[in-house]
């Protein structure tokens, strides 16, 4: 048992002091939360300068209900004491719930998340984390401590411990206690709640499990959304008076909240919730991701390399800022309403449109490193790159999909016949990528989206099928309807995205059960 784990909490009624990392701080204070003032509230900047406390310490703990903390010349923000809106006693009882739910695994699980998890998905601060940690349990906002404990459990098997063990933390208890404490946690916005969110949200269980579970929703990451932009994250912070550690955290987050805001709009057929006129946040930098540096420092041993992990990060980022377009061109209600856009083109002009897109799609993976290629993986180490490459897939696919929509009996057979060839070839490049993955890359993490990724792989079979003209072409497309459920069947018990892909197109109203049904009729 790893005794070291056995974090003690402070007695009741000893305040233990958080660690001076936190100083200056304004979305991760443990006693206040922060709120954006936008550019048209009826706050006016000069008059809430008249509210600014002395100094930074001041804000951090300000003895008036509220305060106001400039961050630059344009940018305010009002602190209010977390007390103000619910109780600290509930808090550090649930911290304590939350603590004897593991117990003693705690420190346990924060290593294996942040082995296994951190380095593809980086929106905690491992410094700050474990910093906390060590000192005590009671230095987070529940839901955030709730959060990695329970997706740490989803690879309890890469820890001898945990493995060897025959008390394993309930993976239900600690989802109920998520649940109730982030509405808690929402009272007291801060950074820490969008990084509990956004874990929560990663968590691959099946459409229809937990039915009263918010957490899997798209009205929870809409609520996570508006958080962020109260936390003004949608900023660029790079000239604020905060720490620069704290400054990439929050490009992280932010980033983080885009990508799922445009991948969430993309499977679920959804408007975007963020604009991009509204969106002003400077790439990501290796300077924003701090453990590049430690790791090579302290040569750290690692389930997955940190340098590659960041990349996949980034790289994730750039395909998002396509699909954006891609939405935007081919999904918009402009574009896709009756008399719009693609209606008015046609489809001679939904090709043109898809061209620079197609191209872009093609530069950007071109510009892969080779250690981010699905090939690429070392031995003795998880690979996150595939769920890199089957975003990519699903987003060609998403294309396509929409040109054989645009297709009409007048379409003409040679254009008719491009647009299908074109599709089908996608159709088969996807589904071999899902029969190559191994399990360094299916037990590696792979985010929500990917088994609606995978899904939209088996839809553009059946719709291939749907509207084939020949019996041959029907054929083919059961076939790699077929090849892909395979794939999905032989991977989901090791990889809950495969199982969760499956599900959708096996349960799901318009999946590829017709496809199946029909092609096993008798002749």
Same mark, same amino acid.
């Given at each position: 048992?790893?005794?070291?784990?056995?974090?003690?909490?402070?007695?009741?009624?000893?305040?233990?002091?958080?660690?001076?990392?936190?100083?200056?701080?304004?979305?991760?204070?443990?006693?206040?939360?922060?709120?954006?003032?936008?550019?048209?509230?009826?706050?006016?900047?000069? %008059?809430?300068?008249?509210?600014?406390?002395?100094?930074?310490?001041?804000?951090?703990?300000?003895?008036?209900?509220?305060?106001?903390?400039?961050? #630059?010349?344009? !940018?305010?923000?009002?602190?209010?004491?977390?007390?103000?809106?619910?109780?600290?006693?509930?808090?550090?009882?649930?911290? #304590?719930?939350?603590?004897?739910?593991?117990?003693?695994?705690?420190?346990?699980?924060?290593?294996?998340?942040?082995?296994?998890?951190?380095?593809?998905?980086?929106?905690?601060?491992?410094?700050?984390?474990?910093?906390?940690?060590?000192?005590?349990?009671?230095?987070?906002?529940?839901?955030?401590?709730?959060?990695?404990?329970?997706?740490?459990?989803?690879?309890?098997?890469?820890?001898?411990?945990?493995?060897?063990?025959?008390?394993?933390?309930?993976?239900?208890?600690?989802?109920?206690?998520?649940?109730?404490?982030?509405?808690?946690?929402?009272?007291?916005?801060? %950074?820490?709640?969008?990084?509990?969110?956004?874990?929560?949200?990663?968590?691959?269980?099946?459409?229809?499990?937990?039915?009263?579970?918010?957490?899997?929703?798209?009205?929870?990451?809409?609520?996570?959304?508006?958080?962020?932009?109260? +936390?003004? +994250?949608?900023?660029?912070?790079?000239?604020?008076?905060?720490?620069?550690?704290?400054?990439?955290?929050?490009?992280?987050?932010?980033?983080?909240?885009?990508?799922?805001?445009?991948?969430?709009?993309?499977?679920?057929?959804?408007?975007? +919730?963020?604009?991009?006129?509204?969106?002003?946040?400077?790439?990501?930098?290796?300077?924003?991701?701090?453990?590049?540096?430690?790791?090579?420092?302290?040569?750290?041993?690692?389930?997955?390399?940190?340098?590659?992990?960041?990349?996949?990060?980034?790289?994730?980022?750039?395909?998002?800022?396509?699909?954006?377009?891609?939405?935007? !061109?081919?999904?918009?209600?402009?574009?896709?309403?009756?008399?719009?856009?693609?209606?008015?083109?046609?489809?001679?002009?939904?090709?043109?449109?898809?061209?620079?897109?197609?191209? @872009?799609?093609?530069?950007?993976?071109?510009?892969?490193?080779?250690?981010?290629?699905?090939?690429?993986?070392?031995?003795?180490?998880?690979?996150?790159?595939?769920?890199?490459?089957?975003?990519?897939?699903?987003?060609?696919?998403?294309?396509?999909?929409?040109?054989?929509?645009?297709?009409?009996?007048?379409?003409?057979?040679?254009?008719?016949?491009?647009? @299908?060839?074109?599709?089908?070839?996608?159709?088969?490049?996807?589904?071999?990528?899902?029969?190559?993955?191994?399990?360094?890359?299916?037990?590696?993490?792979?985010?929500?989206?990917?088994?609606?990724?995978?899904?939209?792989?088996?839809?553009?079979?059946?719709?291939?099928?749907?509207?084939?003209?020949?019996?041959?072409?029907?054929?083919?497309?059961?076939?790699?309807?077929?090849?892909?459920?395979?794939?999905?069947?032989?991977?989901?018990?090791?990889?809950?995205?495969?199982?969760?892909? +499956?599900?959708?197109?096996?349960?799901?109203?318009?999946?590829?059960?017709?496809?199946?049904?029909?092609?096993?009729?008798?002749?």
């Amino acid at each position: 048992m790893d005794n070291h784990s056995d974090l003690a909490a402070p007695p009741d009624g000893i305040p233990v002091s958080p660690p001076a990392i936190l100083d200056d701080t304004l979305g991760l204070d443990l006693t206040t939360h922060a709120e954006y003032v936008g550019p048209t509230d009826y706050r006016d900047p000069i %008059l809430l300068d008249l509210h600014r406390p002395p100094s930074a310490l001041t804000a951090r703990a300000p003895t008036a209900p509220e305060l106001a903390r400039r961050l #630059d010349d344009q !940018t305010i923000f009002i602190v209010r004491a977390d007390e103000a809106v619910t109780s600290e006693a509930q808090r550090v009882a649930d911290l #304590d719930a939350i603590e004897a739910a593991v117990h003693p695994l705690g420190r346990t699980l924060v290593d294996l998340y942040f082995r296994i998890v951190h380095p593809s998905f980086p929106i905690l601060h491992k410094d700050v984390f474990i910093s906390k940690h060590r000192i005590s349990h009671r230095h987070f906002a529940p839901s955030l401590l709730a959060a990695v404990y329970l997706v740490a459990l989803d690879w309890q098997l890469y820890d001898s411990v945990l493995a060897g063990s025959e008390c394993v933390p309930d993976a239900a208890s600690l989802e109920r206690l998520a649940e109730q404490t982030i509405n808690r946690d929402m009272r007291r916005p801060k %950074l820490s709640i969008i990084e509990a969110g956004l874990l929560l949200l990663q968590r691959h269980r099946r459409p229809g499990d937990h039915g009263d579970n918010n957490t899997s929703s798209r009205a929870f990451a809409a609520q996570l959304v508006a958080v962020a932009q109260d +936390l003004g +994250l949608h900023l660029d912070c790079s000239s604020w008076s905060i720490p620069s550690w704290e400054m990439g955290l929050r490009r992280r987050l932010a980033w983080a909240i885009y990508m799922e805001d445009r991948w969430g709009a993309f499977v679920h057929g959804r408007p975007c +919730l963020i604009h991009d006129d509204d969106w002003d946040v400077r790439p990501c930098t290796d300077s924003d991701f701090p453990e590049l540096a430690s790791q090579q420092e302290l040569g750290a041993a690692v389930d997955m390399d940190a340098r590659i992990g960041w990349d996949i990060f980034c790289a994730h980022i750039e395909l998002t800022c396509i699909v954006t377009d891609v939405l935007r !061109t081919f999904f918009s209600l402009k574009a896709t309403r009756a008399a719009g856009l693609l209606d008015q083109i046609g489809i001679a002009g939904a090709v043109d449109l898809a061209q620079p897109l197609v191209v @872009r799609l093609r530069t950007w993976y071109a510009a892969l490193p080779d250690a981010l290629h699905l090939r690429s993986k070392q031995r003795g180490k998880l690979c996150a790159n595939g769920s890199l490459h089957l975003a990519y897939a699903s987003m060609e696919i998403a294309i396509h999909r929409a040109l054989l929509r645009a297709l009409t009996p007048d379409t003409s057979e040679a254009v008719r016949s491009r647009v @299908r060839s074109a599709a089908r070839s996608k159709l088969q490049v996807a589904t071999e990528l899902m029969a190559s993955l191994e399990p360094e890359h299916t037990a590696a993490f792979w985010g929500r989206a990917a088994a609606h990724q995978a899904a939209h792989v088996g839809s553009l079979g059946a719709l291939l099928w749907a509207t084939a003209e020949t019996a041959e072409e029907m054929g083919w497309c059961a076939a790699r309807v077929d090849e892909l459920r395979w794939a999905l069947r032989v991977r989901g018990s090791a990889a809950p995205f495969a199982r969760d892909a +499956l599900w959708l197109l096996e349960h799901d109203i318009g999946g590829v059960g017709v496809v199946r049904a029909t092609r096993e009729e008798p002749s």
